[in-house]
């Protein structure tokens, strides 16, 4: 994605971009947030799924990904000096990979948090089913391409799947 991320951008503005930008790559926004504190996000139509992780992690085979068959593609941006909770979820992995900005990651196998990880576009994490994990924005604008790896067949993941253990804004 070509984008001017910096931190005194403007909330509207890089939503702007970013949407003129996946709309330039032919994805289909079908729900987009620019309302949450942290920042927001952009979910692209599951029958893109395929395109999205071709264009988004060309290094990983769309069978090695595939842990049932549905997958669900989203850009997040978190903002400066802003984090996502500190969570896990029953029923998805996910794939993430730097789009711009740099952003801070934490990672845990247990409730308490690990050390902070700083990812530059180009990075790429993957988190298992269960994984505590936090997405923290640092100086700028972050941009992250996020694959839901739904792991239960006959209950996919949402956005209920998620179970905070800390949480800045109260959630």
């Not at 005194?8 to 996946?22: G, N, P, R, S």
């Not at 992995?93 to 530059?120: F, H, M, N, P, R």
């Not at 972050?142 to 996919?156: F, K, L, M, S, Y």
Request: proline share 3%; hydrophobic share 40%; net charge negative.
């Amino acid at each position: 994605m070509n984008l001017n991320i910096s931190n005194t951008i403007d909330k509207k503005v890089i939503f702007e971009q970013i949407a003129a930008e996946l709309k330039k790559q032919n994805f289909t926004i079908v729900q987009q947030d620019a309302t949450r504190l942290w920042g927001g996000f952009f979910v692209i139509d599951e029958n893109q799924a395929a395109v999205f992780a071709a264009k988004f992690f060309p290094h990983l085979e769309m069978d090695k990904i595939k842990i049932t068959n549905k997958l669900s593609p989203k850009i997040l941006v978190v903002a400066p000096d802003k984090r996502l909770s500190w969570q896990y979820h029953f029923r998805r992995a996910e794939i993430w990979k730097i789009v711009a900005g740099i952003v801070g990651v934490k990672t845990s196998s247990t409730d308490e948090e690990g050390e902070i990880q700083q990812l530059t576009p180009g990075d790429f994490i993957q988190m298992n089913k269960g994984e505590r994990h936090r997405l923290i924005g640092l100086d700028s604008w972050g941009v992250v391409a996020e694959i839901w790896q739904h792991t239960d067949r006959e209950n996919p993941s949402d956005e209920e799947d998620i179970v905070r253990l800390q949480d800045d804004f109260g959630r």
